[in-house]
T-cell receptor
Framework: EPEVTQTPSHQVTQMGQEVILRCVPI?????FYWYRQILGQKVEFLVSFYNNEISEKSEIFDDQFSVERPDGSNFTLKIRSTKLEDSAMYFC????????????FGQGTRLTVV | AQKITQTQPGMFVQEKEAVTLDCTYD???????LFWYKQPSSGEMIFLIY??????QNATEGRYSLNFQKARKSANLVISASQLGDSAMYFCAMREGRVQGAQKLVFGQGTRLTINP
């Protein structure tokens, strides 16, 4: 079964450092997303991306965040200057198959800011 | 107002019993989709089942079925013949708007299901 792949699975970073989270969406999907889950809380939408541009973003997705699809396969989330409260599980997701009724998530990147 | 409400923070069920996880939603959009995900302790989000607002029949996927009651705005997940491996957090999520295009999902708070041997 096709899957969304995220790297790394766990990243520890110093406060103020830049991090890049990487994702390889399902190859025939057209729409890509980042979500965040703070420990013990619900999953929150960050941003959606289509045709090489952001289609929607939440209030969480401020100027510290950016997304990019640098080549035909990777989809990245960059946090420019990490804060303690950025510690969370970050999920990449993609949609577009089977009449767009599937929304598959990657296994997540656990980001710990110290 | 909460768009997705999961009223059961935790449930305990004996192995092999059926279990129903509740989910109610709130939307004024006639076109929407409802998703259920399983999140085991390892953390990944596993897609289980999808129900579209215009689908005439309740969705089924193996041991999972969705009890979709549109008038009540509920989309409960039913797991038949529960197994120890079903122990996990379960999230209900909703996509508003037409099925084509980018679809932001809004998630509920989740229900932690524990299957006892």
């Amino acid at each position: 079964e096709p899957e969304v792949t995220q790297t790394p699975s766990h990243q520890v970073t110093q406060m103020g450092q830049e991090v890049i989270l990487r994702c390889v969406p399902i190859s025939n999907h057209l729409y890509f997303y980042w979500y965040r889950q703070i420990l013990g809380q619900k999953v929150e939408f960050l941003v959606s991306f289509y045709n090489n541009e952001i289609s929607e973003k939440s209030e969480i997705f401020d100027d510290q965040f950016s997304v990019e699809r640098p080549d035909g396969s990777n989809f990245t989330l960059k946090i420019r200057s990490t804060k303690l409260e950025d510690s969370a599980m970050y999920f990449c997701a993609s949609t577009g198959g089977k009449g767009n009724t599937e929304a598959f998530f990657g296994q997540g990147t656990r980001l710990t800011v110290v | 107002a909460q768009k997705i409400t999961q009223t059961q923070p935790g449930m305990f069920v004996q192995e092999k019993e059926a279990v129903t996880l509740d989910c109610t939603y709130d939307t004024s959009d006639p076109s929407y989709g409802l998703f259920w995900y399983k999140q085991p302790s390892s953390g990944e989000m596993i897609f289980l089942i999808y129900q579209g607002s215009y689908d005439q029949q309740n969705a089924t996927e193996g041991r999972y079925s969705l009890n979709f009651q549109k008038a009540r705005k509920s989309a409960n997940l039913v797991i038949s013949a529960s197994q120890l491996g079903d122990s996990a957090m379960y999230f209900c999520a909703m996509r508003e708007g037409r099925v084509q295009g980018a679809q932001k999902l809004v998630f509920g708070q989740g229900t932690r299901l524990t299957i006892n041997p």
